[in-house]
């Protein structure tokens, strides 16, 4: 494959995400290194530490920066200063959610993946999670979150008005079921029809692009029902279709199944942008100890590769991270006994990707501290 040049903005954010985004960059430059392309870091401010520098959560030269990326790295926004704080007008969400609105990011896509390895640490019963591997879909700029809303004026009533047109549901409904045609061929939409008139909008315009895509079997759930299912068996689903608030919720819950949200990653997807970032929150009580798990975001990263249409080089960063779940080289709360470094687990997958057999012979570098891979 020719070597490709891409210019990638990394948003490191607040907590641990600094620490966890620059393990997923270096594997990013293993790739590179591997493969002759050239990724090309632009760090920039978004979250509490931008309030904190300039005032607000997503600066003007942070916004500039990302609609001239091919990509974004995001590492977590958040701080319990702002969390325990109800009157605070200005919240490090409120970038993350502005950047979502302003690069049209309409597509969030959330992999759920049972690993054998790590089948333990999931609440939910072995046998009824193994071989779980799901796709959600959720639609990220429209709806409750993005609708009108207000208090009355002697603030003792509130609303919050859910609201969707035809086209926004289009364009992630494309996007789900021709994901669905390179898997396993189903695809669930799950809505709440019997009461909501957004989700009988949801179903009818699903429906009616379903002959689309003929190979494609399509059902649905109730969100209430969904949620139960998630539970109960989890191995029934492939690709999963809702919209914002259900898919904030079906997915959280859905992360459960891997046993630690250090393992999840997720892409927002737009027209035009791009932003790649795990899950999980800013961890606040694990910045700077070096515990925090980077394998989400690392994850991230190859769903980046993804994008830009580099599927080889996407499974070697899956591969590598596999080679460390079955090599036991994972943070404590993976593996309490055998404690590796957040930075220590990031240069065993680097080294794995760009030589699974060599990454052995560093093992003893990295476990002191000594990687070479910048």
């Not at 609440?123 to 009355?152: V, W």
């Not at 809505?191 to 179903?203: C, F, G, H």
Request: glycine share 6%; hydrophobic share 40%; proline share 5%.
């Amino acid at each position: 494959m020719d070597s490709v040049s891409k210019r990638i903005v990394v948003l490191p954010g607040d907590g641990i995400g600094p620490e966890v985004c620059s393990e997923a960059v270096r594997v990013l430059k293993a790739v590179g290194d591997r493969f002759s392309h050239e990724f090309h870091f632009d760090y920039q401010l978004m979250g509490a530490c931008a309030i904190d520098a300039v005032g607000t959560p997503l600066p003007d030269v942070t916004l500039e920066a990302c609609r001239r990326a091919d990509a974004v790295l995001l590492g977590a926004i958040g701080d319990p200063k702002y969390d325990n704080d109800p009157t605070a007008k200005v919240r490090p969400e409120q970038g993350l959610l502005g950047l979502r609105k302003s690069l049209g990011l309409y597509a969030n896509i959330r992999p759920i993946t049972a690993y054998d390895q790590l089948l333990e640490h999931s609440p939910l019963k072995a046998e009824r999670i193994q071989g779980t591997d799901i796709l959600i879909f959720r639609e990220l700029t429209g709806g409750i979150y993005f609708g009108e809303k207000g208090r009355s004026e002697d603030r003792a009533s509130a609303y919050d008005h859910c609201t969707y047109h035809r086209d926004e549901i289009l364009r992630i409904a494309h996007l789900a079921f021709k994901a669905a045609e390179t898997r396993r061929h189903k695809l669930t939409l799950v809505d709440k029809a019997n009461v909501l008139e957004t989700s009988r909008l949801w179903r009818e315009t699903v429906q009616s692009i379903a002959p689309e895509y003929p190979s494609v079997a399509l059902d649905y759930l109730f969100v209430d029902n969904a949620a139960m299912q998630i539970i109960l068996n989890p191995r029934q689903f492939d690709v999963m279709l809702t919209e914002n608030m259900f898919g904030d919720i079906i997915s959280d819950e859905a992360s459960v199944i891997a046993g630690s949200l250090g393992l999840l990653p997720s892409a927002s997807i737009g027209d035009d942008s791009a932003l790649f970032e795990p899950i999980h929150g800013s961890y606040p009580q694990a910045k700077g100890k070096g515990i925090a798990n980077p394998i989400a975001t690392i994850l991230s990263a190859a769903m980046l590769l993804d994008h830009f249409n580099l599927p080889e080089e996407a499974d070697c960063v899956r591969d590598a991270v596999q080679h460390a779940l079955d090599e036991g080289v994972v943070t404590p709360e993976l593996n309490p006994a055998v404690v590796h470094t957040t930075e220590q687990v990031g240069s065993f997958i680097a080294y794995a990707v760009l030589d699974i057999a060599d990454c052995e012979l560093h093992r003893n570098n990295i476990r002191l501290g000594m990687s070479t891979i910048i």
